[in-house]
Nanobody
Framework: VQLVESGGGSVQAGGSLRPSCTVS????????IGWFRQAPGKEREGVSV????????YYADAVKGRFTISSDIAKRTAYLEMNSLKPENTAVYYCAAQHPLFGGNWLASGVYDYWGQGTQVSVSS
């Protein structure tokens, strides 16, 4: 099983990025894929999750209305569309998969089994 993130980068405040997470080793149609981030000196926090089994999505309050999570099942890839980025969004962004699906607190890192290596997102003011 492998999760590989890509699509991070550096943008100015107000800009957009769309990192992706490609999964190998299982089909993602009945799993949850989550995005987390960790800024320097801070704990890892949940950003957004998609439950591909029932189509539900979840967002941290800080990103609601600006970030959108989606999945392309055929490509085994999840995306995080990030708009109106702020300097405080600077962090390493990780994707994670819950496989098999069992639920829990979707935005808690402890309920995920597999993790990617992370992709850096830097937002300048």
């Amino acid at each position: 099983v492998q999760l590989v993130e890509s699509g991070g980068g550096s943008v100015q405040a107000g800009g957009s990025l769309r990192p992706s997470c490609t999964v190998s080793g299982f089909i993602i149609d009945d799993n949850a894929i989550g995005w987390f981030r960790q800024a320097p000196g801070k704990e890892r926090e949940g950003v957004s999750v998609t439950n591909n089994n029932d189509g539900s999505t979840y967002y941290a309050d800080a990103v609601k209305g600006r970030f959108t999570i989606s999945s392309d099942i055929a490509k085994r890839t999840a995306y995080l569309e990030m708009n109106s980025l702020k300097p405080e969004n600077t962090a390493v962004y990780y994707c994670a998969a819950q496989h098999p699906l069992f639920g829990g607190n979707w935005l808690a890192s402890g309920v995920y089994d597999y993790w990617g290596q992370g992709t850096q997102v830097s937002v300048s003011s």
